[in-house]
């Protein structure tokens, strides 16, 4: 029997996360900067002040760079789901190409076409219709990402569908639960508000560099105000929306959760890892090796922030796989989960009942059809566990998903103090040259904070496509392993020499600065 | 309204996105020509800030059509993206390098130099335009592909379509008829482009070079598409039992669908009419400008009606000739009845965005751009 080459999946998947990360580069950016200029264009049409205008076209100048390269990026990211992920994508494409194609309707033509008068539009177009240009185009950008994000929390938690044993594939029955599913409304909310820290750290350092080199000294205290006060409406926001995304996680994905904290045997009253070294010689979630080289704990704050209640059961890795213990449903009642291994028959079960359904029906055998036909509607839930050989597939990678958390959540904490420090201090910035530094830092910073966010999100809920219907592994496209190597190498030389070519023209253009703008 | 009417209603949205699509290729026409009208920098300079202005919007149709196809038809998703790999990639590469190409282009520190990035305008000219086009034959000769749906439930080897040639697509290039719809893509692509170039640059030179362009590119244009047309009316085509679903091969399939439905017909005839007249206005008549609103109405009808053909009237849009049975009709390859209704309401918000859409273009193209606007400080030059 043919069987599938696991090397398709491993680099199926590396490049739809680099493709991914690429894009990510230029996103958080497009959402920030975008209202940063607009209220910059607001102050303009509400004083008539020319100053706010060259600085509302600075900033615009660097947005446009910018944007190019999101938008060619967004592009591969849509087709790789047909053409990495075809099996993903006639199964789920019901409900995952839905928004997409809403995204595109709605948002991108928004998008695109106010970006256009926007950018070329200033002696073309009345200076009230310029605006609601700009802020349409920020708006455009801004409902896009819902769209892509309902998406993409659907995937985490699959609501407002069922599996059609008819059609073999899952279908979209209720629209709202898809599109309000707390999960989505959850990440729209501290993906974009998270992303306007991108942006106000970006302008805060730019500016910062100008008070380093003495010059733009007022353009430079501006920009820095309104960015200061827009990041620390973002990251107030973000803290809020991600203490909301991580009740999430425990609710709907508490593997995750447990990777987030490297978490392998649960307790009541669990703690929160402040900080903490994951000890390399763990070799199996169910040895006897701590976990932990050294690790502080925050008391019980684990089980707060994830059922709401300090004396609450956090399972771990080796209570998800193997059982053993007690669930607090949301309404107090305890029940004991449904192991792994019986997840696994579950699956199977679904998967024979659907091919004796379908087999039965092809005979005419009614009465055989519907046997099956309720063995599969009771054991559908547990679908994609059916595809998995070894329960140890379902563990993510816990390094990589616990030290993401970390750097996100201290650095979290840092852009806090920074803007807020940032607003105190006001013009005094200007002779304050280490704070200026670390202004500049702060821009690649708050980047990979944002990465890390998205790598707790991504890395964390492996191996699942799609919680619980389905793992990467059957999700792929059949493609030769050699042309996905070869287009993963196209993508990543043309990825990182972009990469270097915007960098470059973005320093450019920050060094030539607002002078030569009217 | 019933499942049939939605499947119908989306091939017809999916269809006129496409038909779209093809228009906005002007700008791909265009950037083709870069180096035959544009003969000094600053000319092409002049050619890049014209089409610079458009070139969002062919790619957000583009995106957008991938988007509508994904949702109301994900089994040609799945079977056509996952299974002819190398042509769909190469089309994104061109594309992407594109989308940056405009904005870097005249940038200081861009490391790769103009002329580099005025490459890859050609590239995604040439072969995006011609690859595309061929991609689109197969629509009418057929790839080699199965689908199996039950795979799903083979925890080894679960995936539903699987492709049979080994080149994953390329091979449509090999074939003569894919190859003439590829070439007539791109020979319209260049009149349109050329005809855009009249209408948006006032520069006689250039006016004078793309006149003799639309010229030149009507013809091969013509040559092309017409072998295609009769050769394709003429063919076998594709068609489907609708109280079985089999496929079968039809004499003339698609030229019944013509005769049988003779709305699309007389569309297609409407479009290659205007299409024809739009060329000879940029032929023909040196003081209009209006050629590209006749051959775009006349792009948008021919090709809507070229791809309706292929859906409706019991023809399998996606066939394979592998597996007769394993072709994708717009019955056997749609989203849910629960899908296509919800899609069909937020459908109705095209008109509102057809109409900004249209304002937009009115309001930044009241005027023609000639040398001087390269100069402007006002606003950012490409």
Known sequence: METLDLSVVDWSRAQFAMTAMDHWIFVPLTLSLGFIMALMETMYYRTGKTEWKIMTKFWMRLFGINFAVGVAGGLILEFQFGTNWSNYSWLVGDIFGAPLAIEGIMAFFLESTFFVIMFFGWNKVSKGFHLAATWLTWFGATLSSLWILVANAWMQYPTGTTFNSDTVRSEMTDFWAVLFSPMAMNKFFHTVTSSWIVGAAFVIGVSAWYLMKNRNIEFAHKSIKIAAGFGLLGIILALYSGDGSAYQVAQKQPMKLAAMEGLYQGNNGEGLVAVGILNPAKKEYNDSTNPFLMKITLPKLLSFLAYRDFNAYVPGVKDLLDGGYLETKPDGQTVKPVTTNEKIVFGQMAQNALKGYKIAKKTHNDSLAAVNKAIFAATSPYYGYGYVKDKKQLIPNIPLTFYSFRFMVVFGGFFLLYFIFILYIKRRIENMKWLQIVAIWAIPLAYLTSFSGWIVAEVGRQPWAIQDLLPTFAAVSDVPVGSIQATFTIFAVMFIVLFVAIVSIMVKEIRKGPEHIQ | ?382
């Open chain 2, 1 to 382: 309204m019933d499942y049939a009417f939605y499947q119908e209603y989306w091939w017809l949205l999916v269809s006129l996105l496409g038909a779209i699509l093809v228009f906005l290729f002007f700008v791909q026409g265009g950037q083709s020509l870069l180096y035959t009208i544009g003969k000094t920098e600053d000319e092409r300079s002049l050619l890049v800030n014209s089409i610079g202005k458009k070139w969002e919007f062919t790619f957000t149709t583009l995106v957008t059509f991938g988007g509508a196809f994904f949702a109301s038809f994900p089994l040609f998703y799945s079977t056509s993206f996952g299974g002819a790999y190398w042509p769909w990639m190469i089309i994104l590469i061109c594309f992407v390098l594109q989308a940056v190409s405009y904005e870097f282009r005249k940038k200081e520190g861009n490391i790769l130099g103009h002329k580099t990035y005025e490459a890859f305008l050609l590239f995604n000219g040439f072969v995006g335009l011609l690859l595309f086009g061929t991609a689109v034959g197969t629509f009418f000769t057929g790839s080699e592909f199965i689908v199996n749906k039950e795979n799903i439930y083979q925890p080894m080897m679960p995936v539903i379509s699987q492709w049979q040639n080994p080149l994953h697509g390329l091979e449509a290039a090999f074939n003569v008829r894919n190859l003439l719809l590829g070439f007539s893509i791109f020979f319209l692509a260049r009149v349109l482009g050329s005809l855009y170039f009249i209408s948006n640059i006032h520069n006689p030179d250039i006016n004078k070079r793309s006149r003799k362009q639309v010229l030149i590119n009507a013809i091969f244009f013509l040559v092309c598409f017409l072998t295609f047309f009769i050769w394709t009316l003429a063919s076998k085509g594709f068609a489907v039992k609708p109280e079985t679903g089999e496929v079968y091969m039809q004499n003339a399939k698609y030229l019944h669908n013509f005769i049988e439905m003779p709305i699309i017909g007389i569309a297609m005839l409407l479009g290659v009419v205007s299409l024809l007249y739009g060329i000879g206005i940029g032929i023909f008549c040196p003081k209009s400008a209006k050629g590209i609103w006749f051959a775009g109405v006349g792009t948008v009808l021919a090709v809507l009606s070229l791809l309706l053909i292929l859906g409706y009237n019991n023809t399998a849009f996606y066939p394979s000739v592998t597996d007769l049975q394993s072709s994708l009709t717009i019955r056997n390859s749609s989203s849910s009845y629960f899908t296509l209704k919800v899609m069909s309401v937020v459908s109705l918000c095209i008109p509102f965005v057809l109409a900004y859409i249209f304002y937009a273009w009115r309001m930044m193209d009241k005027k023609q751009i000639d040398m001087k606007d390269l100069e402007s400080k006002q606003n950012p030059q490409y």
